[in-house]
């Protein structure tokens, strides 16, 4: 390996100290080191500045390691999407789903450094939200995509492929990948799904019914989400990223995204199972 990124949650590294240690252990392995921090106090266009430098070193860049929560590794993993270069996270933070290294593991880096990795690719939801006729957001998922009303219960439908899925009044509900359903779905009481079952996930938040329940539909489903209380205050979210008000006529569509498939890094003779009992001991124990 010659060349990595190195993207550190700048509120959880006070001063960058774990940072720079791997920076350090890189470099003495003579790979070349970027620092782009994320979550720190830039303005718009500095921020604006820094994701097109930071795309611009992902050309040359084998490794992108994202130093953080599950939020920090989400954000550098959507920046990586389009370049096939693979994310590995060092949990900082209180979940950590998405990292595979934790603070206790930095002396596992000089072999992912020396390749000792396989690449674990996840699938991901293509989001469009169409606006008079035009496309007002057309973006990829990792986690999930979220509807939700403003403290108000909402009235929601979901179809597949012209056939309604579900309707339900309750706070909202989330899309999710498998990778997701480890993160808000699994909190709201969806199922947990292997990443390598390949699946969409259809969660009501907070139903006022007793018969709403999570449903798994098929991958080549191609959903759409309508709702009688967009005069309201209601919100899409992708990927916990900041909400987008919707509005009366808005048409949102979540399908699989094809070829476009998060690469994070999975360390040898590591499995899901495994993985997700160390994450739910540690949370919960």
């Known amino acids: 390996m010659k060349n990595l990124i190195l993207c550190p949650n700048a509120q959880r590294d006070e001063d960058y100290v774990v940072t720079k240690r791997v920076e350090e252990l890189a470099r003495d392995m003579g790979i070349s080191v970027s620092v782009y921090p994320m979550f720190d106090d830039d303005t718009y266009e500095d921020r604006v500045k820094k994701d097109k430098e930071f795309k611009d070193s992902l050309i040359s860049a084998e490794l ?3 130093l953080g929560g599950d ?8 920046q990586t999407l389009n370049t096939g270069v693979p994310i590995l996270g060092i949990n ?21 450094f020396r390749g000792g990795f396989e690449r674990d690719e996840r699938m991901t939801l293509n989001v469009e939200l169409i606006r008079d006729g035009e496309t007002a957001v057309h973006d990829i998922a990792i986690n999930d995509v979220v509807i939700s009303g403003a403290g108000k219960v ?33 909190s709201a009481g969806g199922p947990i799904v292997d990443p390598a079952v390949s699946s969409i996930l259809v969660t009501p938040i907070c139903p006022h019914s007793l018969i709403s329940r999570s449903i798994v539909v098929s991958p080549e489903a191609v959903l759409t989400v309508s709702s009688s209380a967009l005069d309201e205050e209601v919100f899409l979210t992708v990927d916990g990223e900041k909400g987008l008000r919707l509005y009366s006529g808005d048409q949102l569509t979540v399908s699989r995204a094809e070829n476009r498939r998060a690469k994070l890094i999975r360390l040898k003779n590591e499995n899901f199972y495994a ?11």
């Open 92 to 112: 900082m933070g209180h979940k950590g789903f998405l990292a595979e290294v934790e603070l206790t593991q930095l002396d596992l880096l000089s072999d992912i």
């Open 154 to 186: 909402i009235d929601i439908a979901v179809f597949g492929d012209g056939h309604r899925i579900t309707r339900f009044e309750g706070d909202g509900m989330i899309i999710a990948t498998p990778t997701g359903s480890t993160a808000y779905s699994m």
């Open 275 to 285: 993985a997700l009992q160390n994450k739910m001991n540690k949370r919960f124990y």
């Open 71 to 78: 939020g920090t590794m989400l954000r550098a993993a959507r």
């Open 64 to 66: 992108v390691v994202a």
